[in-house]
Nanobody
Framework: VQLQASGGGLVQAGDSLTLSCINSERTPDNMGWFRKAPGKEREFVAAIRWNSDTTITRDSVKGRFTISRDNAKNTAYLQMDRLKPEDTAIYFC???????????WGQGTQVTVSS
């Protein structure tokens, strides 16, 4: 399994971004997003079950971030709205059978939110 994350960039506070994560294999894995800000530990952001029936999101992004997936495209998405400077981090996608998934990791995509 290889995960390819994309969609990061430099935006202003209040803007939106959509991250994508393509899974090289069609497997019934859960998929998720984590992030690591400078000087901080990596933290969980959101996850979605392989059949999309369950999602979880960290409290600090609830109502602003939405995780979804399209199994026909082997792709998971993270829609990020009303971005804040504290959302600045490298965002990593993950996949696996655990909940949240931590077995496979993508290379990360940088999200920078200016105030």
């Amino acid at each position: 399994v290889q995960l390819q994350a994309s969609g990061g960039g430099l935006v202003q506070a209040g803007d939106s971004l959509t991250l994508s994560c393509i899974n090289s294999e069609r497997t019934p894995d859960n998929m998720g997003w984590f992030r690591k800000a400078p000087g901080k530990e990596r933290e969980f952001v959101a996850a979605i079950r392989w059949n999309s029936d369950t999602t979880i999101t960290r409290d600090s992004v609830k109502g602003r971030f939405t995780i979804s997936r399209d199994n026909a495209k082997n792709t998971a998405y993270l829609q990020m709205d009303r971005l804040k400077p504290e959302d600045t981090a490298i965002y990593f996608c993950s996949a696996g059978r655990t909940w949240p998934p931590r077995h496979y990791w993508g290379q990360g995509t940088q999200v920078t939110v200016s105030s």
